[in-house]
């Protein structure tokens, strides 16, 4: 199965889109994925959306949210739709009012008979499980898989999950910035949960879902999920949407070579405003990214919007921190 999206060409200007969940004060690297789908977009003369990807409701609080507005606001980085307003011409940009929206799109699935309840819990899964060895995810062996193709979707009386049933052949497409990518769902990750057994709506499906409803043509995000990639093509294909074209950008780490986490506050938005100037930060996301040389002056978000190029992105998964930021100054 190859499902590879449409480019986009100079004529016809890129949507993007940042979707951060608001579950903590926004970190360098969260920043260095919001300015290059910023700058993508801007520099194509396309439009940029702002959605708060709240769908955890323990975790997601409306003060992180308002913190990741003010934030961009004072890095200079505006946007055209959403945000906690939710203005735009396809609202809700707050995944947690969207709830309507999914139940239709889960409706659609589940009508095709692909879609199954599950009781597995999470730690079922890891008492009986080796992790993925690329990185560490469990891949579900299809306990409870039905032997024939249940039609219709038929909710049990018990707590459940409700699972996709994926192809055991190749989904294969072209990342910006990676290239070539194929994976096998089946042995890559195995059916894969769309709604879990507390009603919570999961990330594949609603990111998929929001991403076609604002018209996003590309979707700009970490390494990290390039992956998942193929799991959202597989459910772009099924509810017979457009698919965006994707480049991921490499993880940013600390000078430990530990992953950037909100939980960590590791160089957090507040360390950063503390400490640096918005051109300062802009100067070092743009080094960081190579769209600027090593050494040299300040750079603002006009200047690199008139030099922005995805050839200049480095083709790696991760790029680790010095230990002063100041380096790149």
Same mark, same amino acid.
């Given at each position: 199965?190859?499902? %590879?999206?449409?480019?986009?060409? $100079?004529?016809?200007?890129?949507?993007?889109?940042?979707?951060?969940? $608001?579950?903590?004060?926004?970190?360098?690297?969260?920043?260095?994925?919001?300015?290059?789908?910023?700058?993508?977009?801007?520099?194509?003369?396309?439009?940029?959306?702002?959605?708060?990807?709240?769908?955890? $409701?323990?975790?997601?609080?409306?003060?992180?949210?308002?913190?990741?507005?003010?934030?961009?606001?004072?890095?200079?980085?505006?946007?055209?739709?959403?945000?906690?307003?939710?203005?735009?011409?396809?609202?809700?940009?707050?995944?947690?009012?969207?709830?309507?929206?999914? %139940?239709?799109?889960?409706?659609?699935?589940?009508?095709?008979?692909?879609?199954?309840?599950?009781?597995?819990?999470?730690?079922?899964?890891?008492?009986?499980?080796?992790?993925?060895?690329?990185?560490?995810?469990?891949?579900?062996?299809?306990?409870?898989?039905?032997?024939?193709?249940? %039609?219709?979707?038929?909710?049990?009386?018990?707590?459940?999950?409700?699972?996709?049933?994926?192809?055991?052949?190749?989904?294969?497409?072209?990342?910006?910035?990676?290239?070539?990518?194929?994976?096998?769902?089946?042995?890559?990750?195995?059916?894969?949960?769309?709604?879990?057994?507390?009603?919570?709506?999961?990330?594949?499906?609603?990111?998929?879902?929001?991403?076609?409803?604002?018209?996003?043509?590309?979707?700009?995000?970490?390494?990290?999920?390039?992956?998942?990639?193929?799991?959202?093509?597989?459910?772009?294909?099924?509810?017979?949407?457009?698919?965006?074209?994707?480049?991921?950008?490499?993880?940013?780490?600390?000078?430990?070579? #530990?992953?950037?986490?909100? #939980?960590?506050?590791?160089?957090?938005?507040? %360390?950063?405003?503390?400490?640096?100037?918005?051109?300062?930060?802009?100067?070092?996301?743009?080094?960081?990214?190579?769209?600027?040389?090593?050494?040299?002056?300040?750079?603002?978000?006009?200047?690199?919007?008139?030099?922005?190029?995805?050839?200049?992105? $480095?083709?790696?998964?991760?790029?680790?921190?010095?230990?002063?930021?100041?380096?790149?100054?």
């Amino acid at each position: 199965m190859t499902l %590879t999206p449409a480019p986009n060409t $100079p004529s016809r200007p890129v949507v993007g889109r940042f979707a951060p969940s $608001p579950s903590g004060r926004m970190h360098l690297g969260n920043i260095f994925t919001a300015v290059i789908s910023w700058l993508d977009a801007r520099s194509s003369g396309g439009r940029w959306i702002l959605r708060i990807e709240d769908l955890d $409701p323990q975790r997601s609080k409306t003060v992180h949210a308002r913190a990741i507005e003010d934030d961009l606001r004072w890095l200079g980085l505006d946007w055209d739709e959403g945000g906690l307003d939710n203005l735009g011409q396809n609202p809700p940009y707050c995944q947690s009012l969207a709830s309507d929206i999914y %139940t239709r799109a889960l409706r659609r699935i589940t009508d095709t008979g692909l879609a199954y309840p599950c009781r597995c819990t999470r730690a079922d899964l890891n008492a009986t499980n080796a992790p993925h060895s690329s990185d560490g995810r469990i891949i579900y062996p299809g306990t409870c898989r039905p032997a024939s193709r249940p %039609t219709p979707f038929t909710p049990p009386p018990f707590p459940h999950a409700v699972r996709l049933c994926v192809p055991d052949s190749l989904i294969t497409f072209t990342d910006i910035v990676f290239g070539p990518v194929s994976s096998n769902l089946a042995h890559d990750c195995g059916d894969f949960v769309l709604r879990r057994a507390d009603l919570a709506w999961a990330y594949q499906l609603a990111v998929v879902v929001d991403d076609a409803r604002m018209h996003v043509s590309r979707v700009v995000r970490g390494a990290d999920l390039l992956l998942s990639t193929a799991q959202q093509l597989y459910l772009y294909s099924l509810l017979d949407l457009a698919a965006p074209s994707f480049a991921h950008l490499p993880l940013i780490c600390n000078s430990a070579g #530990r992953r950037l986490s909100k #939980r960590d506050a590791d160089l957090s938005m507040q %360390t950063l405003r503390d400490n640096f100037t918005p051109a300062q930060i802009i100067t070092i996301v743009a080094r960081l990214a190579g769209l600027i040389p090593p050494a040299g002056p300040l750079v603002t978000l006009p200047e690199l919007l008139r030099t922005f190029s995805w050839t200049a992105i $480095p083709r790696t998964h991760t790029i680790r921190l010095p230990d002063d930021l100041k380096t790149f100054l």
